[in-house]
């Protein structure tokens, strides 16, 4: 069974493009959720998705940023017109039930120039 | 947001057990605590959650104070594997979220 798989592992983009960030959660785990981490900072929370629906999107900025996890298919977070500040490390991760713990991906590093 | 203190930093020597210590004050019945450990340039793990009672796994042990507002994560015997930063959190499955809030968690160094 395989863990988390977010891709790719390392992104470059300039400013002004856009970022796709991709996660496969483990199979039979119909949560997920999104983090990003600053350098030097600490995980903050962006995201909550199930199956199409969106349940909790409080830590995601308002603009430029977006998430989806759609019925066939990884989970995707969007990040529009990139900014320098956008450069993070992007963690996805998955449960099987609310009460569960969580599996982490291994990130996705966003570097923007 | 929930909030858990824990100390910057600790050391430990190999093969000697550790203790780190969480306060989360403001905890609420329904609030579960987790203990998440990273490793530099890698995903959070999970390591151990509970509710109220004590508990055990392959990796760690919990202690969980009677009135909740305190925990500790147990590892019986360091190993140099186990340097990473450990963070407590809480999470509250009473509504329809379950959002884990990290905070800046515990860096542990051990000593060969």
């Known amino acids: 069974n395989a863990g988390v798989m977010q891709n790719p592992r390392h992104l470059v983009r300039r400013r002004g493009q856009e970022a796709r960030l991709r996660c496969s959660p483990m199979?039979?785990?119909?949560?997920v959720y999104w983090y990003r981490q600053l350098p030097e900072e600490g995980l903050k929370f962006m995201v909550y998705?199930?199956?199409?629906?969106?349940?909790?999107e409080s830590g995601m900025p308002k603009e430029r940023f977006s998430a989806e996890f759609p019925k066939e298919g990884p989970s995707i977070l969007r990040i529009q017109q990139v900014v320098r500040g956008d450069s993070a490390a992007y963690f996805c991760?998955?449960?099987?039930?609310?009460?569960?713990?969580?599996?982490f991906g291994s990130g996705t590093r966003l570097t923007v120039v | 947001d929930a909030k858990t203190t824990q100390p910057n930093s600790m050391e430990s020597n190999e093969e000697e057990p550790v203790h780190l210590p969480c306060n989360h004050s403001t905890i609420s019945g329904t609030d579960y605590i987790h203990w998440y450990r990273q490793l530099p340039s890698q995903g959070p793990e999970y390591v151990i959650h509970g509710l109220t009672s004590n508990v055990n796994n392959r990796m760690a042990s919990l202690a969980i104070a009677e009135d909740r507002k305190s925990s500790t994560l147990i590892l019986h015997r360091a190993t140099l594997r186990d340097a990473a930063v450990y963070y407590c959190t809480q999470m509250n499955y009473g509504g329809a979220t379950n959002k884990l809030i990290f905070g800046t968690g515990t860096l542990l160094a051990v000593q060969p």
């Open positions: 998705l199930q199956k199409e629906n969106i349940i909790d």
């Open positions: 991760a998955s449960s099987p039930r609310l009460i569960d713990g969580y599996t």
């Open positions: 199979k039979g785990h119909s949560h």
